[in-house]
C-alpha cells in the first residue's frame, strides 16, 4: 500500500541469517545506520543486508520500533509493552540486542537496553554478576592484590 | 531453513560481555548506584576495574536507597533507620568515590547519609560540580549545608532537604556565590506541614533567576504564591503536589496556569497526602 506513492519506499532489511524483513519508512528512522543508506539512494524499494544482526533479535527490533513509532499507542501502552518487551529476553538476548542497537546506531533503543541490562545487575553480589554475564574472574594475583587493597573497607 | 538459519543464529551469537565495545559496557556500568560500582560491579574483572578506574566514570555519584526500604516508612519512623553507625559505613564508599573522580564531578546525589566531615571533604574535590542532591542528610549541620552549596560557582540545580532552622538570609548568598542555579527543590522532611512563609517570600526575593522551583512538605498561602510569581518571573515549572494549600483562589489559580508553562497543583487537603497510593506515585516509590 505505501509502494503506490512514488515518495515512500518500502525497505527491505536481510538479517545475517538470512531472513527478510519488509518495512516501512517510518519504521527505520530511528536506525540512523539504514537511515543514512537510505538517503543516499533514490529508489522506491530498497534492499538492506545486516550482516551483524540476525533474525530474531531483528524481529524483535522491529516489533519495538513498529510500538514506538506508532500515534496511537498512549504513552502508558508504550511503558506496558517496554516492561514486557524486557521481561521476556534472557541475558544473552538483552546483549545481542544492546550490540545490535549500537551496530545500527538507534540512540534511545541502545539507552533502552542499557537501561534494562543495568537493572539487572543492581543490587547484586559480584558472584551473581559473573555468573549472569558469564564472565570468569581472571585476575592475576596482583591485580587481585590491589583490589583487596583497595576494598579493604570491604574486607575489615 | 528457517531451523538452519536458527541454529546457526545461537551458534554464532554465544555471549561474551568481555567482548562488548568498551562504551557500551560503560554505558551500563555509569547507570548503577555507586555503591554497586564500588562493591560489585568493578570487582567483576580486570576490565570492568580498569574501566572503573577512568575519572570519567565518576561523573555521577549516587548514593540512594542504601536501606531498600520504602521511603514512606523512613519518614514516619525516621529514628528508627537513622542510627549513625548505619551510616558511616557508607561514608568511606563515598570517600573512595570522591577521591576516584579527580575533580570531574558533576552530579552528586546522596539520600540519608553524609555529615559535616564528609561534605568538608568532598568540596575541594568536586569543583566542577552541576548538580547536587542531598535527600534526608539530616546529619549536616545547616552551618555546613551552606558553606558546601556556595562552593560551587558552576552549580545549575540544588535539590536540599532543610530543616526548621534554616536561615533565610542564606539564599541570597546561595544565589550569589552560584550564578548558574536555575533550578531549586526545597524538601521538609516530615509529614506534617507546617507554615514556612519566610523561607518562601525569601526565596522569591533572593532568586529571581530560577527556572525550576519545587517545595515539598509546606503550608502555601495565596500570599506566599502571589510573591514567588511576582518575584521569580522567569520560572517554568512550579511544583506544589506536596505542599498544602487549603485557600487557592481561583484568580490566583489562573494565574499559575497563565504565567507557568508546568505548574502542579498543591495538595487542598491532608488527607490527600496520606492515601498511600498517591504518596508512593509522588514520592517514585514503590508500595509494599
Known sequence: ????????????????????????????????????????????????PLPNVFGNDLAMIIEYCKKHASEEETKEAKEEFDFEFVKRMKSDDKLRLLQAASYLNMESFLQFMA????????????????????IESDFTPEEEAELRKENEWAFK | MKSKCESESESKSKPNWLELPIDLTKNI??????????????????????????????????????YHIPLIDIL???????????????????????????????DLDLELLGCDELLEYIAPRAINLHRLRLFYCLKVSNKCLIEFVTKFSLLEKLVITFNDKFPKESFEVINRCCPLLKSLDFVRPTLFYIN???????????????????????????????????????????????CLCDDLSQSLEKRCLEQIKDFRFPLNHVSDFFDEDNFCDLFNVSSV
Open chain 1, 1 to 48: 500500500m505505501a509502494a503506490e506513492k512514488s515518495s515512500i519506499k518500502i525497505i527491505t532489511l536481510i538479517a545475517a541469517d538470512g531472513s527478510v524483513f519488509e518495512v516501512e519508512p517510518n519504521i527505520v528512522k530511528e536506525m540512523k545506520t539504514v537511515q543514512s543508506y537510505i538517503d543516499e539512494l533514490d529508489q522506491n524499494t530498497v534492499s538492506i
Open chain 1, 115 to 134: 537501561k534494562a541490562i543495568a537493572a539487572e545487575i543492581e543490587n547484586q553480589s559480584v558472584e551473581f554478576v559473573r555468573d549472569y554475564f558469564q
Open chain 2, 29 to 66: 556500568l555509569q547507570r548503577l548506584d555507586t555503591i554497586d560500582i564500588l562493591t560489585s560491579a568493578r570487582n567483576v574483572c580486570p576490565l570492568w576495574w580498569n574501566i572503573c578506574k577512568d575519572p570519567l566514570m565518576w561523573r555521577t555519584i549516587r548514593i540512594c536507597h542504601i
Open chain 2, 76 to 106: 514516619c519512623f525516621e529514628t528508627l533507620y537513622l542510627s549513625a553507625s548505619d551510616i558511616c559505613c557508607f561514608e568511606p564508599l563515598c570517600r573512595s568515590a570522591i577521591d576516584l573522580s579527580c575533580g570531574h564531578l558533576e
Open chain 2, 196 to 242: 514556612r512563609d519566610h523561607l518562601v517570600f525569601a526565596i522569591a526575593k533572593a532568586m529571581p533567576g530560577l527556572h525550576h522551583l519545587t517545595f515539598v512538605g509546606i503550608v502555601i498561602n495565596n500570599a506566599a504564591l502571589v510573591t514567588i510569581l511576582d518575584g521569580c518571573s522567569m520560572l517554568q515549572s512550579l511544583d506544589l503536589q506536596l
